[in-house]
């Protein structure tokens, strides 16, 4: 559960007012004592993440947010942590203490169903709120969720009253594919086929293991039963003159795919890890189009270049060296890039002509979605880094092929 890829955990924020019981309720949910607990408001200021095994959906991380009513400058400060949490939860726990909901407690919940998250109402307290009374009673609270089809549910984390009935109430919310098994390439082979992975070791490989995308799409394959055969680039055309029959599939990595796809007959599906990936975590459809904005970009143009994960840039690195040389290269613009790491994504989309996105194996698909449909009602194309690579190579049509995509504009 520890080792769990954080890419595939299923995000719960804990939000709501200060002192409306959040530590406490996730000490209850995990059954731990992991979150500072005081009657003081604003004791939680950073977020802090727990994981912990929610059956049956397996591995998922509990975020403890700051109160979404902290106050002054460090308070604004910690409100807005709390919502770049949110931005990137699968669910969301909104908990609200003795005196209920309120006007805030329900605007929020609103503002949570507009971005459409799944989101349960947490009646925090119950040992100590009889039912009745006041203008914002449980009672009032219960119905209006309840117009909105959200569940509302009362809870004590003191005593554990109706603790166990909130996990069963996030399961059932979960988002579809995590409580399936979706499949990054299984749908494409079968049983017996041969599925040559090609796998470039330069100055960005990490030392001495293959990166998360290579290996999950590694444990696909042997998943549905085919076989991987694993090569460098530069092995490439003699480990296909040795099999005994043609693969079912080649995958390669972006950024020998120029080379790969000379080496690999037409008559063989070809795809890349990162064109997987795409599809895996977000909408490949809307990413192959977002590439087409390739053709448009003129001399000044931002171009966002977001990255999933922090890491050191070596001298060659694909995100921030590779692609702008390419983009460059096709486009024969002179083009300004602009990097975010992490989750961070910027709040002025509106500025930038393309957003170029990596393949998103360090964030959970709903994060990757919501990044899709920001950029969508910005008005921004948005791809990633292995569909716009193919894309400048003159090899989209061949690498979307076996996933049964076809390209579209940009604007749908």
Known sequence: MQQAPRGVRLVVAIAGARNAGKSSLINALTGQDIAIVSE????????VAKHYELLPLGPVTFYDTAGLDDEGALGALRVRA???????????????GQAGLGGEGRAMLEELRALGLPVVVAANKADLCPPGGGPHSREEDAAFCRERGVPFLPVSARTGRGVQELKQALVALAPEEFRQNPSLVGDCVGGGDIVVCVVPIDLAAPKGRL?????????DI??????????KERELEA???SLSRPPALVITDSQVVLKVAGDVPESVPLTTFSTLFARYKGDLAELAAGAGALDSLRDGDRVLVAEACSHHPVADDIGRVKIP???SQYTGRELRFEFYAGHDFPEDLEGYSLAVHCGGCMIGRTEMLRRIRECRRRGVPITNYGVAISKVQGLLPRVLRPLGIELRDADG
Do not use: E, M
């Not at 003081?40 to 950073?46: E, L, Q, R």
């Not at 709390?82 to 609200?96: G, S």
């Open 40 to 47: 003081t408001p604003g004791t939680t200021t950073d977020p």
């Open 82 to 96: 709390t919502r770049k949490v949110l931005l990137r939860a699968d669910l969301c726990v909104l908990v609200c």
């Open 211 to 219: 990166i998360l995308p290579q290996v999950q799409v590694l444990r």
């Open 222 to 231: 042997l998943d549905n039963d085919a076989l991987g055969l694993v090569v």
């Open 239 to 241: 480990a296909l003159t």
């Open 325 to 327: 040389r390419w983009f």
